[in-house]
């Protein structure tokens, strides 16, 4: 099994960075690949980025240049530094997790989410 957490949602104001956090739990050594997507109200779920196991990183074009993916392999915890944020930012923002238990998957567990609220 496997479980992500993550911390660090808040209301910031626009132009403002935020760093969100996703702690896993659990068969931590089964993961591949961690990522960050996000909902905003009424629309549909976006992807945001992800890093791999051997720490490359890809991220949507919409965040390319402001928001920053890392982990702390020690702690099994990977980042979401968000940087000139802007209304349009504003999400719940959920972490994902894809791993390989043996004779299964790929499968993908996901955290519950923490709300970022960008205000003007």
């Known amino acids: 099994q496997l479980q992500l957490a993550e911390s660090g949602g808040d209301l910031v104001q626009a132009g403002g960075s935020l760093t969100l956090s996703c702690a896993a739990s659990?068969?931590?050594?089964?993961?591949?690949?961690t990522g960050w997507s996000r909902q905003a109200p009424g629309k549909q779920r976006e992807w945001v980025g992800s890093?791999?196991?051997?720490?490359?990183?890809k991220y949507a074009d919409s965040v390319n240049g402001r928001f920053i993916i890392s982990k702390n392999n020690t702690s099994n915890t990977v980042y979401l530094q968000m940087n000139s944020l802007n209304l349009e930012d504003t999400a719940v923002y959920s972490c994902?997790?894809?791993?390989?238990?043996?004779?299964?998957?790929?499968?993908?567990?996901w955290g519950r989410g923490t709300p970022v609220t960008v205000s003007s």
């Open positions: 994902y997790a894809d791993f390989s238990p043996g004779g299964l998957g790929p499968l993908r567990a």
């Open positions: 659990g068969s931590v050594f089964m993961i591949t690949t």
């Open positions: 890093i791999t196991e051997d720490g490359n990183t």
